[in-house]
């Protein structure tokens, strides 16, 4: 058990080397990068996705897959707002509850169809994504709005930093990674996701209530794209109902890149936030070095690629070495 | 006790194709009755245009699926083989090696997604979610933000006028033929039966000898393949070639399988059952559009249609267990 984690800590730590590579060879090339507000364009810019992956973390980890997670920044985003617009003395925390609300909604919706009718995620939240878009399409009828509408003591929150390096989002972020990173290690239920992972029908057997983590896994996702989306108007301070759009996949890539294995099983809160690190100092990194925008996806694309490689030799040395350790135990 | 458990599934998703059948007629008769211009020529026409490359797409993604994987590139592998085909034809090169070389691009794409998945061992999933990015990213790399619209006449009309004086779109008898050449081989070929031997049961089609990594590396080629072609007529449909031709594709085409009765995890499936379910969302959408209901609507008519082609059939399953269960107590 202890050579297990051991090398699932080395994955966060070699993720954490590369990406210290990465942010080093972009200040070489580009020192603002290293700056102060390099460094905070870059977690500032991270935020959103990496607050996304922490909710993706534990329903990948049980072999689900949620991507109607931008549906509902979006939805969320353009609801907070028109609200603001329309009750003008409505203040950041309002939003901070309504937000994570919202998206509650599309959280119980997809843990519904997924955990309760044990229908397959990737075809429920396929399905979904539509339908939350879709209503965002009609209930905004067109409107946008921009950032006289919204909460200006939200709007503040954008240049609101610590230790005048780690904007506001970026804190949230962490102390999510923190907390939940703490809660999937350390409890039972956190655990219980692990072996639900590892082997569904073996988990049942075990005793493992395995609609219940599925539905809170769902819940808490929508919950974190609720608050993504509080998280977008800070960010973008405009709105319209296209917001987010056709982002699910760029989550789902930074979770995987994060060390969370696609199969289920394995990963980690950190893991995942770092892959969203990471994806985006390279895109830096490569605007730094001259390489034309229209490149941006192509490079995303190949990371991923390298990133699943990479997944499957760890997995397959892990599983000889378990064998082996099993084979010793024997003779 | 397992094999008679999937042959009531099997025994059910028939029933669920014909059910779709139905359904399709059903909203027909509902469209042509609740709206004038329902049933006529131009509007019959603009249905089956719209879906050309939803259906090319379709047919051997059902192959695919069926077979246990998933290729989520499709959309890019089209956007890919349109800039290809743009840009080839921008560097002075005819249009007919214009044309082969999309249609080859496309198959090159589908033939690395087939080696990465089977040859790398890594889950369709997620890679085909890496190469979605990758083949757009090329695309876009290729292209910047030119686009490419002076194509000739002659197949820009192709993509856009009917056959002679009837109503058919000239990119139809492409569709039909294409449909009857997918459903042959799935129904009625070895080839065919060794898709569905794979999808039931991976260990015992290899057992019977069949040759799972090299059948599906083909039928990951073969969808790269007609996403090739789709993007040949998607781009003379709207004569022009950019990078982001039919972005989001993807998930339309999936949809119109899944709608259609096949099974997400394999081994279930027909052909005539997916060529009714995108029919059926054609249709519908065309309806909700002739009766100038928002477009809006149109995304969560989407989703819902979705939703429901995965739930019916396990709820009438299980309605259906627990039935059975009842009487033998």
């Known amino acids: 058990m202890s050579r297990f984690s051991g090398l699932l800590r080395g994955r966060e730590f070699s993720l954490a080397l590369i990406l210290v590579v990465a942010i080093g060879i972009t200040g070489t090339i580009n020192p603002r990068f290293l700056t102060g507000d ?20 534990p329903i990948v980890i049980m072999r689900h897959i949620d991507l109607s997670v931008a549906s509902t920044v979006g939805l969320t985003a353009w609801l907070l707002a028109d609200y603001s617009a329309k009750n003008p003395g409505t203040n950041a925390l309002t939003m901070f509850i309504l937000g994570p609300l919202i998206g509650l909604g599309a959280g119980l919706l997809n843990g519904v169809l997924v955990a309760g009718l044990r229908l397959p995620a990737l075809v429920v939240t396929i399905g979904t994504l539509y339908i939350i878009r879709g209503i965002a399409y009609v209930v905004s009828n067109s409107v946008d709005y921009n950032a006289q509408e919204m909460p200006q003591d939200l709007l503040e929150l954008q240049f609101k930093t610590y230790f005048g390096l780690i904007p506001f989002t970026f804190m949230l972020v962490i102390i999510g990674v923190i907390l939940v990173g703490w809660y999937m290690k350390y409890t039972k239920a956190g655990r219980d996701c692990y072996a639900i992972g590892s082997n569904p029908p073996a988990a049942d057997l075990a005793g493992i209530n395995v609609f219940r983590r599925t539905f809170v896994a769902f819940l808490f996702s929508g919950f974190m794209a609720g608050l993504g989306g509080v998280f977008y108007i800070i960010r973008f301070a405009q709105v319209d109902s296209t917001a987010f759009y056709g982002q699910e996949l760029g989550i789902v890539a930074a979770v995987v890149i994060g060390g969370v294995a696609i199969f289920g099983g394995a990963g980690t809160p950190v893991g995942a936030a770092i892959g969203a690190l990471l994806v985006q100092t390279i895109q830096g990194a490569l605007a730094a070095l001259g390489v034309a925008p229209f490149w941006k996806q192509a490079i995303n694309g190949t990371l991923l690629i390298i990133a699943i490689y990479v997944d499957r030799v760890i997995a397959r040395r892990s599983e000889k070495s378990l064998l082996a350790q099993r084979i010793r135990e024997r003779a | 006790m397992v094999s008679s458990i999937k042959g009531r599934t099997s025994g059910f998703r028939l029933a669920w194709d014909t059910a779709i059948i139905l359904l399709l007629f059903f909203v027909w008769i509902f469209a042509s ?44 592998m089209l956007g890919l083989s349109s800039c290809m085909l743009g840009w080839t034809y921008l560097q002075g090169a005819s249009i007919y090696l214009a044309i082969l070389v999309a249609v080859l691009t496309g198959t090159l794409c589908g033939f690395v997604n087939g080696l990465l998945v089977m040859k790398v061992g890594l889950g369709s999933l997620a890679v085909t979610i890496g190469t979605l990015a990758l083949y757009r990213g090329i695309a876009q790399g290729l292209l910047g933000e030119q686009t490419v619209n002076e194509f000739p006449e002659f197949w820009t009309s192709f993509g856009f006028d009917t056959v002679g004086t009837t109503f058919m779109p000239q990119t139809l008898p492409l569709v039909m033929i294409s449909g009857i050449i997918f459903g042959l081989l799935m129904h009625r070929t070895p080839f065919g039966r060794r898709t569905f031997a794979i999808g039931q049961g991976v260990d015992s089609a290899r057992f019977a000898g069949v040759n799972v990594v090299r059948h599906k590396i083909w039928l990951f080629a073969l969808t790269g393949l007609m996403s090739g072609v789709a993007g040949v007529i998607y781009t003379f449909r709207f004569s022009t070639a950019q990078p982001d031709n039919a972005i989001g594709l993807e998930l339309l085409v999936i949809s119109a399988c899944l709608l259609g009765g096949v099974s997400i995890f394999g081994g279930v499936g027909t052909m005539w059952g997916v060529v009714s379910g995108a029919l059926l969302a054609g249709s519908v959408e065309s309806w909700l559009t002739l009766r100038e209901i928002q477009a809006q609507w149109r995304t969560i008519v989407t989703g819902v249609l979705l939703l429901l082609s995965v739930a019916a059939p396990v709820l009438a399953n299980r309605i259906k267990t627990i039935r059975e269960r009842a009487r033998q107590t």
């Not at chain 1, 364009?41 to 993706?56: F, H, K, P, Q, S």
């Not at chain 2, 004038?36 to 050309?52: G, K, M």
């Not at chain 2, 490359?53 to 246990?68: C, F, K, N, R």
């Open chain 1, 38 to 57: 390099g460094t905070r364009d870059l977690l500032t810019a991270t935020a959103i996705v990496a607050l996304l992956t922490i909710g993706m973390t």
């Open chain 2, 33 to 76: 009755i609740t709206t004038e211009n329902f049933l006529t020529a131009i509007n019959v026409s603009q249905v089956f245009s719209n879906l050309s490359e939803i259906m090319i797409i379709a047919y051997p993604l059902t192959l695919l699926i069926i077979s246990g994987e998933i290729d989520l590139s499709i959309a890019s």
